[in-house]
């Protein structure tokens, strides 16, 4: 089984990944060659596994961000389960950023197998009202997907959306 | 010669078939025509073997009646593509890059134009028709460009120099804006010149490049001297794969549509399947199965809902466990 991480450079696809995998991450981290405020940014995947009983496994992938490597995302999100796409709330357009990753996975999302996690909130806590948001968003799409706010750093929050996206997915079997 | 769209009086367009049977060479063939469409207009009309002007035949071990029937018909000009060398005045050979296979035809099409053959391709190598080209390219998505042979690392004994060798006349600035123009750039390293193998080696250079470039290809797949040399230079590994590998990994994203593939010259298909290796090399997955395949265990259709219910089962399980462990 495969779930696919994806949402705009410098979201926490790769630092999620890392939380809760089993195994080292597989990264392909290099030196960005735009104008980022960051160290690395992935250029080709990241990779990751949850290890289930008797011998499943859940791959967990991570996208680019930048709209450049999208021929890997089609690579990638062949076969996938689950997507998760993480919005960085604090970037000057998040919905619109939410709106370029569900427009270019469109071709692979269904239903029931999207969930949503914002991440850069100073408070999870005080997010519920912010969130509507991307709740309108995502309905004005007809899309009836989870959306929690999570920090990619901590594993309880990263394995609730993950929880979402598995029950969203049950659900509508 | 006769021609259903066109005749060899008019500077337009003419019928080509490519008449090989290893798919990979006819696509490699064909792809340098579509190329040289792009830089010079749609010289070159892809149409079948019965009403082909020209023909592109191999008369190596598997040729056919056909090759041999269009090679000694005075209607059709053909076009001898082999291993073995002959005398035959438009001949290609199997390693030869799109730039080989582009010379032969605009020496063919200067001909049919009464113009002296090699002027059509001289102005392909000419820095302004190649940026032009690129410029063609800048909009369009998921473009591969490769090049062969395009850069020498030089050891004076003191560091390693970089030099641009191919295409002809770019200077590393002029090269630098090129690359900066494509989504995808892939490398190929010549031989470097000497290599001092005790010897830390420091590439200043190579970060200077390391930003354009995001994957690099290195070195001919056969090739176990620039193996261990470049293992020497700490680079990212390459896999040695036999050449049907090649093939069938090439042929999976031809299929797959994931790229167009414009090659300047070299052999293309071994250094995007080098660049692809590279990537997975680190994942140990088989590539063929990413590219073509979905994930073992995928929640398809084709699955009962009971095991499915039951892998998200264990999944839900599994994310509790670590979410009570965190």
């Known amino acids: ?173 | 010669m006769q021609s259903s769209s066109t005749n060899l009086s008019s500077p337009k367009a003419y019928n080509v078939c490519v008449h090989l049977s290893d798919s990979i060479e006819k696509r490699r063939v064909e792809l340098s025509l579509k190329m040289f469409n792009k830089l010079n207009g749609d010289h070159w009309l892809f149409t079948t073997f019965e009403e082909a002007d020209i023909v592109v035949i191999s008369l190596d071990e598997n040729s056919t009646q056909d090759a041999l029937d269009a090679k000694n018909n005075s209607d059709k000009i053909t076009v001898v593509y082999g291993k073995e060398k002959t005398d035959h005045p438009w001949h290609m050979s199997p390693g030869g890059g799109a730039d080989e296979f582009m010379s032969v035809f605009s020496d063919i099409y200067a001909s049919l134009n009464n113009q002296k053959p090699s002027q059509a391709v001289a102005s392909f190598n000419s820095f302004d028709k190649l940026m032009s080209f690129f410029n063609q390219l800048k909009n369009k998505k998921n473009t591969l460009i490769s090049f062969g042979n395009d850069i020498q690392l030089i050891y004076d004994s003191k560091e390693y120099k970089v030099e641009f060798i191919t295409p002809k006349n770019l200077s590393m600035e002029a090269y630098a804006t090129l690359l900066s123009s494509a989504d995808f750039s892939v490398a190929k390293f010549s031989e470097p010149v000497s290599v001092n193998h005790n010897e830390t080696v420091q590439f200043d250079s190579f970060s200077f490049f390391w930003k354009l470039f995001q994957f690099i290809s290195i070195g001919a797949a056969s090739d176990e001297h620039n193996k261990t040399v470049y293992k020497q230079m700490h680079w990212p590994p390459l896999t040695m794969v036999p050449h049907k590998e090649h093939d069938l990994a090439i042929s999976a994203l031809l299929m797959k549509g994931s790229f167009d593939i414009y090659t300047i010259s070299g052999k293309a298909r071994c250094q995007l399947e080098d660049v692809y290796r590279y990537i997975l090399s680190c994942l140990s997955i088989n590539f063929l199965e990413l590219c073509t395949s979905p994930a073992s265990e995928a929640l398809n259709k084709n699955q009962p809902d009971d095991k499915k219910v039951s892998l998200l089962g264990k999944l839900f399980q599994k994310l509790q466990q670590i979410k009570k462990g965190s």
């Open chain 1, 1 to 173: 089984m495969k779930f696919v991480f994806t949402g705009c450079v410098g979201s926490g696809k790769t630092e999620a990944i890392k939380t809760v995998s089993d195994i080292p991450v597989i990264s392909t981290e290099e030196k960005p060659s735009d104008d980022l405020e960051k160290q690395t940014t992935t250029v080709a995947l990241d990779y990751g596994e949850l290890h289930l009983a008797q011998g499943s496994k859940l791959e967990l992938y991570g996208t680019p961000g930048q709209s450049r490597f999208a021929y890997m995302w089609k690579i990638l999100s062949e076969g996938a389960s689950g997507f998760i796409i993480l919005v960085n709330h604090k970037r000057p357009s998040p919905v619109e950023d939410l709106d370029m990753y569900v427009e270019n996975f469109a071709e692979y999302l269904t239903e029931s197998n999207l969930a949503v996690g914002v991440t850069h909130t100073d408070d999870i806590n005080l997010m519920t009202n912010e969130l509507s948001k991307y709740y309108e968003y995502l309905k004005h799409k007809n899309i009836s997907a989870p959306v929690l706010p999570i920090d990619p750093r901590d594993a309880s929050s990263v394995t609730t959306l993950l929880q979402a996206l598995t029950v969203s997915i049950e659900q509508n079997l």
